[in-house]
């Protein structure tokens, strides 16, 4: 195929330089002939009857430099260099491997515990906590609404104690460590503050992750517990209090993972999370706060889908838009705020129950992508996760495929080897264009918090799952095991890691335990402290802290607010 000329230097004769857009277009004119050419012949051949399509929209059979024509020198740099599609660190994985980060978390704080040591010890490099559905939400173990759900999906925590047990003989100034949780997110990033006081910990040198990203579950996973208003409040307080007193935590992880994970496609999910990104820092300045005394510490958090390419492309995409805006829009000086520095996941949505050994295969996948599209973080999906909560002996396949990958395959000695590629490269241009179209939609609604409050956003991820579901039973789409190649031999049997109904009836003893130890007039009077606080303006995170350190619980301070700040109810939409 005919390659194009580079255009020659900016400061050749003019004759050359008309010699050469002469000798450009010649090859243009040769190019559009040798692709009407092969045209023809595509068109006369036999195709499979399915449809040739990515997340949303159908892909083109090939790519040339007609279709990467758009994108210039510029918009791709360097590594290190703005725009950063190419990677934020000029090293790439040659200076510093991704952050291998397994999420885990399972039963009581003391079970969860022996699994971050078993992940340590094989070679893990930084702590990921999965939290139970009562905590995700704010209430205790012994709370009646969390009667048989404690350490079912996830770890319980429900104060400062569990908390210390949770990372006990884990030193926390030597691991980075992730916490998703979000609604309650400031409870248990002081329950972890206060943890590490025990330890005898500063904590300014305390590295991780809070999640603490509430738009996003307004939009799709639906763990929140105080309206918007007072719950960007509390964020705000964070990002304020821990650039001062955390300054090497990220206190916050805008996350696309559930978005996508609720049905909508790589567009919707970069450009609703990004949105849900400005709106954050919108909030922030508002607040008086200099924007780059707090944008360093914002991170990211990415699903990894199953189209290669299309993933790859949108976390270029990500970070180049990123730039662009808080360098143009929001006014960044501070390289650090430019950067989008985010940790990734294998999709939990596409694994199967239907022959669950295929998830091995598929993981491996979409692990490479997102080390391919330069991701700092990573996290594998177990093989069994569609089914339970992963056993030790999946955990360990999961990690070995990111050692794998890390140390056999080659993928991380380049930075960004698909770079230049006409199909990844046009793609890229593609779904930052989209983005841009959805940023301009959000707008003329309102913006994020109105597209909430209305259910536009809501609406567009329904619509995009539903049509997904209809290309899968229509067989559009085709899921291996599940609508094609389904075989009628017994399904292979894995081990499941089942939680004891015992653990609930543990937890419920600690917590008793544990209140009648504590001082109990010391609770009462820092929660009225923090109830009195929450009608002013006043940065609400000492006050939380306060409440931490003294063992109050995690419903008892989210109760404390939620007399001031009312519960969250969701509008009807559909």
Same mark, same amino acid.
């Given at each position: 195929?005919?390659?194009?000329?580079?255009?020659?230097?900016?400061?050749?004769? !003019?004759?050359?330089?008309?010699?050469?857009?002469?000798?450009?277009?010649?090859?243009?004119?040769?190019?559009?002939?040798?692709?009407?050419?092969?045209?023809?012949?595509?068109?006369?051949?036999?195709?499979?009857?399915?449809?040739?399509?990515?997340?949303?929209?159908?892909?083109?059979?090939?790519?040339?430099?007609?279709?990467?024509?758009?994108?210039?020198?510029? &918009?791709?740099?360097?590594?290190?260099?703005?725009?950063?599609?190419?990677?934020?660190?000029?090293?790439?994985?040659?200076?510093?491997?991704?952050?291998?980060?397994?999420?885990?978390?399972?039963?009581?704080?003391?079970?969860?515990?022996?699994?971050?040591?078993?992940?340590?010890?094989?070679?893990?490099? *930084?702590?990921?906590?999965?939290?139970?559905?009562?905590?995700?939400?704010?209430?205790?173990?012994?709370?009646?609404?969390?009667?048989?759900?404690?350490?079912?999906?996830?770890? &319980?925590?429900?104060?400062?104690?569990?908390?210390?047990?949770?990372?006990?003989?884990?030193?926390?100034?030597?691991?980075?460590?992730?916490?998703?949780?979000?609604?309650?997110?400031?409870?248990?990033?002081?329950?972890?503050?206060?943890?590490?006081?025990?330890?005898?910990?500063?904590?300014?040198?305390?590295?991780?992750?809070?999640?603490? !990203?509430?738009?996003?579950?307004?939009?799709?996973?639906?763990?929140?517990?105080?309206?918007?208003?007072?719950?960007?409040?509390?964020?705000?307080?964070?990002?304020?209090?821990?650039?001062?007193?955390?300054?090497?935590?990220?206190?916050?992880?805008?996350?696309?993972?559930?978005? +996508?994970?609720?049905?909508?496609?790589?567009?919707?999910?970069?450009?609703?999370?990004?949105?849900? *990104?400005?709106?954050? /820092?919108?909030?922030?300045?508002?607040?008086?706060?200099?924007? !780059?005394?707090?944008?360093?510490?914002?991170?990211?958090?990415? !699903?990894?889908?199953?189209?290669?390419?299309?993933?790859?492309?949108?976390?270029?995409?990500?970070?180049?838009?990123?730039?662009?805006?808080?360098?143009?829009?929001?006014?960044?000086?501070?390289?650090?705020?430019?950067? #989008?520095?985010?940790?990734?996941?294998?999709?939990? /949505?596409?694994?199967?129950?239907?022959?669950?050994?295929?998830?091995?295969?598929? /993981?491996?996948?979409?692990? #490479?992508?997102?080390?391919?599209?330069?991701?700092?973080?990573?996290?594998?999906?177990?093989?069994?996760?569609?089914?339970?909560?992963?056993?030790?002996?999946? /955990?360990?396949?999961?990690?070995?495929?990111?050692?794998?990958?890390?140390?056999?395959?080659?993928?991380?000695?380049?930075?960004?080897?698909?770079?230049?590629?006409?199909?990844?490269?046009?793609?890229?241009?593609?779904?930052?264009?989209? &983005?841009?179209?959805?940023?301009?939609?959000?707008?003329?609604?309102?913006?994020?918090?109105?597209?909430?409050?209305?259910?536009?956003?809501?609406?567009?991820?329904?619509?995009?799952?539903? +049509?997904?579901?209809?290309?899968?039973?229509?067989?559009?789409?085709?899921?291996?095991?599940?609508?094609?190649?389904?075989?009628?031999?017994?399904?292979?049997?894995?081990?499941?890691?089942?939680?004891?109904?015992?653990?609930?009836?543990?937890?419920?003893?600690?917590?008793?335990?544990?209140?009648?130890?504590?001082?109990?007039?010391?609770?009462?009077?820092?929660?009225?402290?923090?109830?009195?606080? &929450?009608?002013?303006?006043?940065?609400?995170?000492?006050?939380?802290?306060?409440?931490?350190?003294?063992?109050?619980?995690?419903?008892?301070?989210?109760?404390?607010?939620?007399?001031?700040?009312?519960?969250?109810?969701?509008?009807?939409?559909?």
């Amino acid at each position: 195929m005919t390659k194009l000329k580079s255009p020659g230097s900016k400061t050749a004769p !003019d004759s050359e330089l008309i010699a050469t857009i002469e000798e450009q277009s010649a090859e243009l004119r040769l190019l559009r002939q040798e692709v009407a050419e092969w045209k023809k012949k595509y068109e006369k051949g036999e195709l499979r009857d399915i449809a040739f399509t990515n997340s949303e929209k159908e892909v083109q059979p090939i790519y040339t430099p007609l279709d990467a024509a758009e994108t210039d020198a510029e &918009a791709l740099g360097m590594p290190g260099f703005y725009p950063y599609t190419r990677g934020v660190h000029p090293t790439g994985y040659r200076g510093r491997l991704w952050t291998m980060r397994q999420f885990a978390g399972f039963g009581s704080a003391r079970d969860t515990n022996e699994r971050y040591k078993f992940l340590l010890a094989h070679g893990q490099t *930084g702590l990921s906590v999965a939290f139970d559905f009562p905590t995700l939400m704010g209430y205790d173990s012994d709370h009646p609404r969390s009667e048989g759900e404690v350490g079912k999906c996830g770890v &319980a925590i429900s104060s400062l104690a569990d908390m210390e047990t949770l990372f006990d003989g884990i030193p926390l100034d030597k691991v980075s460590t992730s916490m998703t949780i979000n609604g309650p997110a400031v409870i248990l990033y002081c329950f972890y503050i206060a943890a590490a006081e025990k330890q005898g910990v500063d904590s300014a040198k305390l590295r991780g992750t809070i999640q603490n !990203d509430i738009l996003k579950e307004y939009m799709a996973q639906h763990a929140w517990v105080y309206p918007i208003e007072p719950a960007l409040r509390l964020i705000v307080d964070c990002f304020e209090w821990s650039a001062e007193h955390v300054p090497r935590w990220n206190t916050i992880s805008i996350s696309g993972y559930h978005i +996508r994970e609720a049905g909508a496609t790589a567009a919707q999910e970069l450009a609703f999370t990004l949105a849900d *990104g400005f709106t954050y /820092v919108e909030r922030g300045i508002a607040r008086g706060l200099d924007v !780059d005394t707090f944008a360093p510490r914002l991170s990211f958090f990415w !699903d990894i889908h199953n189209d290669f390419f299309e993933e790859i492309a949108k976390l270029r995409a990500a970070r180049r838009i990123w730039a662009r805006h808080m360098k143009q829009r929001y006014g960044a000086k501070d390289p650090r705020s430019l950067v #989008m520095r985010f940790h990734s996941q294998t999709a939990g /949505v596409t694994l199967t129950a239907q022959q669950p050994m295929n998830n091995v295969i598929r /993981v491996a996948y979409q692990a #490479m992508a997102a080390v391919l599209g330069g991701t700092q973080s990573l996290h594998t999906n177990s093989m069994d996760e569609t089914l339970a909560l992963p056993t030790e002996e999946s /955990v360990q396949v999961a990690l070995r495929t990111q050692q794998v990958l890390a140390y056999e395959t080659g993928v991380p000695n380049v930075i960004d080897p698909l770079g230049g590629s006409y199909y990844v490269e046009t793609l890229t241009t593609e779904l930052e264009r989209e &983005a841009e179209m959805y940023f301009r939609q959000i707008e003329e609604v309102g913006g994020v918090v109105r597209g909430l409050e209305t259910g536009w956003l809501q609406r567009k991820i329904n619509e995009s799952a539903a +049509r997904q579901q209809w290309e899968i039973e229509q067989h559009r789409r085709v899921i291996v095991g599940v609508n094609d190649f389904v075989t009628d031999e017994p399904e292979l049997k894995i081990e499941l890691l089942k939680i004891a109904e015992a653990t609930e009836r543990e937890q419920r003893s600690r917590m008793a335990k544990m209140r009648s130890e504590r001082d109990n007039d010391l609770v009462e009077k820092r929660l009225s402290a923090l109830r009195e606080a &929450a009608k002013t303006s006043q940065n609400l995170m000492p006050f939380i802290l306060d409440c931490a350190r003294a063992y109050c619980t995690l419903y008892e301070i989210r109760a404390a607010m939620e007399t001031v700040f009312g519960a969250y109810r969701e509008p009807v939409f559909f």
